[in-house]
């Protein structure tokens, strides 16, 4: 299983950009990257999801290098409200494929300040 | 219901004793997780249903743990004796396809303290 590692705390103002990398040094072939975000008291929720270049929707973006052993989450002009836990994953996405138990690092909390 | 649904959302219980959580996936989600998260901590995988496949158990700390799956919908993990390292959150994910992904909700958790 590849496992992840992300800078534990990261602090921003309103309406800057905040970029987070999480490194994944022996990701295999068929494992997709995939970012949750998680507030306090909630379960996590899917923010975006790649498996190589660049994926842009609504809410980030997601970098990642030819070689994939890491990968950037882009928050475009954050607000108060983004201030959460930030997590990084990394899973096959093969339907039948073994080891699906995808692991959660321990996340990098993201203070957004006024 | 719209969402996974956890109950209860908060159990207190004594140490050595038995306790159930329970999960209600999003209806026709056949991907069922079980995570729990310490205090500041983050998730750690316990176990996966995946339709009518064996589950992946590999992540359940000891042998005090179990879960099941029936019907492929509602899911109970149970901790037998209970102790006060068990106390977390404990939080249920389904998702109509594996692995994790944009159709995947988790539910709002399960709060246990062992006292």
């Known amino acids: 299983l590849a496992k992840t590692t992300q800078p534990i705390s990261m602090d921003s103002y309103e309406g800057q950009e905040v970029n987070i990398t999480c490194s994944h040094n022996?990701?295999?072939?068929?494992?997709?990257i995939t970012w949750y975000q998680q507030f306090p008291s909630q379960g996590p929720r899917f923010i975006i999801q790649g498996y190589k270049t660049k994926v842009t929707n609504e809410v980030a973006s997601l970098f990642i290098p030819a070689d994939r052993k890491s990968s950037t989450l882009s928050l475009p002009r954050v607000s108060l409200s983004d201030t959460a836990v930030y997590y990084c994953l990394v899973g096959v996405a093969k339907i039948k494929a073994a080891g699906n138990k995808l692991t959660f690092g321990g996340g990098t909390r993201v203070l957004v300040k006024p | 219901g719209a969402g996974v649904s956890q109950s209860p959302s908060n159990k207190v219980t004594e140490k050595g004793k038995d306790v159930e959580l329970r999960c209600d996936p999003i209806?026709?989600?056949?991907?069922l997780y079980w995570y729990r998260q310490s205090l500041g901590q983050g998730l750690e995988f316990l176990i996966y249903?995946?339709?009518?496949?064996?589950?992946?158990k590999s992540g359940l700390p000891s042998d005090r743990f179990s879960a099941e799956r029936t019907g492929g919908s509602v899911s109970t993990l149970t901790i037998q004796r209970t102790q006060q390292e068990d106390s977390a959150v404990y939080l249920c994910?389904?998702?109509?396809?594996?692995?994790?992904?944009?159709?995947?909700?988790f539910g709002q958790g399960t709060r246990l303290t062992v006292v």
């Open positions: 022996n990701i295999a072939t068929n494992d997709y």
């Open positions: 209806s026709g989600h056949t991907a």
């Open positions: 994910a389904s998702s109509p396809r594996v692995p994790l992904g944009p159709e995947a909700f």
């Open positions: 249903f995946q339709g009518n496949s064996a589950p992946d």
